[in-house]
């Protein structure tokens, strides 16, 4: 039962919302752009670009816990989250610029280039995203209304990612005039700049209601025990790095399916809007959903629904647009809901620590998030490269081999739609139910004896 002390106004979710349009701006150029920016622009190969992608996830191992426990040990005026989302805006703005410029260098400088700035761009994304998640989960104690919350994250996460898998060709041909390499550089400054404002807006629109129990000790060693004995949490791990995965594979190889399958390079652009506005379509229905059926049950029929229909994508020719395009609108529509129930899920898990231990470790519990969304994300994206050069994939080729062709189109369907239904079986044993939630609510507000004020700004 959502109370006075636990809603949120409709101003401040829209100001939590943005911050993750500000994410997309530049997460959805690596997401969408980076692998054929790499191959056909930068001119390293796909092979090459994979492992940059590949190697960049153990370095993950490391910084996004490490943000975690920094975070959770972070005291300022502004709370523990929000001080991260000021100070790191402009360094990950920067960086995304890096990260798409073309120094001209060697073909060995070149990946060393840019397997250095895609790091450090990385870690910036860790050192700002993680904390920002992690502020979702403090701003208020009612389940349902951390779904509401997400809603807006996710509706606005998505409003950025249809900007920029929409128009980043077009405006990239627009300031290049020729010239991609300058037109990717140009286009990504424009994003990060939009970035950095929207990050600002998060930081002055937002506050943290929820702390750790007040007698609560630091203890590194105890927070990762906990951790890692927190099965809704090991659940929600395997099944973030999984569906990000999925995700890392079908966007990262749909500008190839429509340069070499379809023929139509530019009119990636169009699938790309068309699928982020059924998704936006779709994501208010995740907290009636979930009030309905629950939210583990929400997910499990998302990720069967969806995967069934994103396999498929396999079936329809190049000239059946009209069923790609269908194929597309009905997959994200069906993966819509389970969206802002992955990050609220794990809000409910790290008060599932707190209620059953007496420890409160948020930052450390959502940088399982960070690391699910980057390693699944690096894990899919090195596979996206190896994959197309096992299929065969000739970089900047006018023409590709049937076989290339075809694992084009197994990388955008097959693949994917099998990886997102494995995460179905997973959540079966999740063991969070909405009574539970409730019990939890009302057993940790009465411990910490109702809502922590406002901290001052």
């Not at 990946?111 to 700035?117: E, F, H, P, S, W």
């Not at 702390?211 to 099944?239: C, E, G, H, Y």
């Amino acid at each position: 039962m959502t109370t006075d002390s636990t809603r949120l106004s409709v101003k401040e979710k829209l100001g939590y919302g943005v911050g993750d349009t500000a994410s997309h701006f530049v997460w959805d150029m690596v997401g969408f752009w980076i692998l054929i920016f790499y191959t056909d622009t930068f001119g390293i190969s796909a092979a090459a670009a994979g492992t940059i992608m590949f190697i960049a996830r153990f370095w993950d191992m490391a910084s996004d816990p490490l943000m975690g426990v920094i975070s959770d040990r972070t005291r300022t005026r502004w709370g523990k989250f929000r001080p991260y989302i000021l100070w790191m805006a402009l360094p990950y703005s920067f960086l995304a610029v890096l990260a798409f410029s073309t120094p001209d260098l060697g073909q060995t400088g070149k990946v060393v280039y840019a397997g250095v700035t895609y790091l450090l761009l990385m870690t910036a994304y860790t050192a700002i995203n993680l904390p920002y998640s992690s502020l979702g989960a403090v701003m208020t104690s009612d389940s349902y209304e951390r779904t509401s919350l997400n809603t807006y994250r996710f509706v606005c996460a998505f409003a950025g990612q249809l900007v920029v898998s929409g128009l980043a060709l077009t405006l990239a041909g627009y300031f290049g005039q020729g010239d991609s390499a300058r037109g990717y550089r140009l286009t990504v400054t424009l994003f990060a700049v939009i970035s950095f404002v929207l990050f600002i807006v998060t930081f002055l629109s937002t506050r943290e209601r929820i702390q750790p129990p007040p007698t609560q000790q630091d203890s590194i060693r105890q927070d990762f025990k906990i951790l890692l004995a927190n099965r809704p949490w090991v659940i929600l791990a395997a099944v973030g790095i999984v569906s990000f995965v999925m995700f890392a594979l079908q966007n990262l190889s749909l500008a190839y399916y429509f340069k070499y399958y379809i023929g139509r390079e530019e009119s990636v652009q169009l699938f790309n809007v068309v699928g982020s506005v059924a998704l936006i379509v779709a994501l208010p229905l995740s907290k009636p959903l979930a009030q309905r059926f629950g939210k583990r049950n929400v997910f499990i029929g998302s990720s069967l629904l969806s995967g069934s229909f994103f396999i498929l994508l396999y079936l329809p020719g190049a000239e059946s647009l009209g069923w790609i395009y269908a194929l597309n609108i009905l997959g994200k529509m069906a993966y819509a809901p389970a969206v802002p129930l992955l990050w609220t899920m794990i809000a409910d898990a790290a008060d599932y620590a707190e209620w059953t231990t007496g420890r409160r470790a948020t930052g450390l519990f959502f940088s399982a998030a960070t690391f699910a969304q980057k390693g699944g994300w690096g894990i899919g994206g090195a596979l996206a490269g190896w994959l197309l050069a096992a299929f065969g994939y000739v970089q900047q080729a006018t023409l590709q081999t049937a076989h290339a062709l075809t694992g084009i189109k197994l990388l955008i369907s097959v693949f994917p739609g099998l990886l997102y239904m494995s995460c179905a079986f997973v959540l079966i044993f999740y063991p969070i139910d909405e009574a539970t939630c409730e019990t939890m609510k009302r057993e940790l507000e009465e411990r910490r004896g109702g809502e922590v004020p406002d901290p001052q700004v």
